[in-house]
Structure formats: structure tokens, C-alpha cells
């Protein structure tokens, strides 16, 4: 049973804009949880970059404070990430879960920043 499904990847020129996005079932009790995205890099581990709570207070990870932007549809069951001034170190495989309890992993979205 697919629970996770990340969207919005491709290739960008350093100084772009992509809008990720996640679409969780209803297994998942999103509504429920604190949503963060993750990011792993080729050779690194998986690392926090963003989380929302179900009322919408956000948290940023150092690196994307300023540029990131998190928001969530709790009526769709959908996440969403704005990620502008994009750099190379931004390229990794992009995935959604829940930020605590997390549920089995997507496929991911690749984001790769280069000119």
C-alpha cells in the first residue's frame, strides 16, 4: 500500500525555484502528525530539512532557513515544499514522512541544482 508519494523534482540552475510535493494517504493520520521533508545526498545520511505541525508552525534546517518555504493541505492529505535561490549543495533525493513514528519511505524526488 503506497502511503507516500513525493512529486516536483528535476533540474534546476542554481538561483531557481522548484515546488516539491507530497501527496500521504489516509493510513498515515496526517492530519495528526508533525510532516517534515528530508533530503539524503549521494554518500550522506538522510537529514531533516523541513517539518510543520498540524497547525502550521514551522522549523527549518540551518542550511534552507530563508529559502525554504514548508506548508501543508491537511484536507488533501498534501505537503508542499517551495524551495527558491536554490544551490548545488541542494541536490539530493527529497522525501516526505512523518517528523517522529515515521511510516515506510517513498520513492523520493530528485532535485538537482546545477548549471
Known amino acids: 500500500q503506497v502511503q507516500l508519494v513525493e512529486s516536483g523534482g528535476g533540474l534546476v540552475q542554481p538561483g531557481g525555484s522548484l515546488r516539491l510535493s507530497c501527496a500521504a494517504s489516509r493510513s498515515i493520520l496526517f492530519n495528526i502528525y508533525i510532516m517534515g521533508w528530508y533530503r539524503q545526498a549521494p554518500g550522506k545520511q538522510r537529514e531533516l530539512v523541513a517539518a510543520i505541525t498540524s497547525g502550521g508552525r514551522t522549523e527549518y534546517a540551518d542550511s534552507v532557513k530563508g529559502r525554504f518555504t514548508i506548508s501543508r493541505d491537511n484536507a488533501k492529505n498534501t505537503m508542499y515544499l517551495q524551495m527558491n535561490s536554490l544551490k548545488p549543495e541542494d541536490t539530493a533525493v527529497y522525501y516526505c514522512?512523518?517528523?517522529?513514528?515515521?511510516?515506510?519511505w517513498g520513492q523520493g524526488t530528485q532535485v538537482t541544482v546545477s548549471s
Open positions: 514522512n512523518r517528523r517522529t513514528n515515521v511510516v515506510s
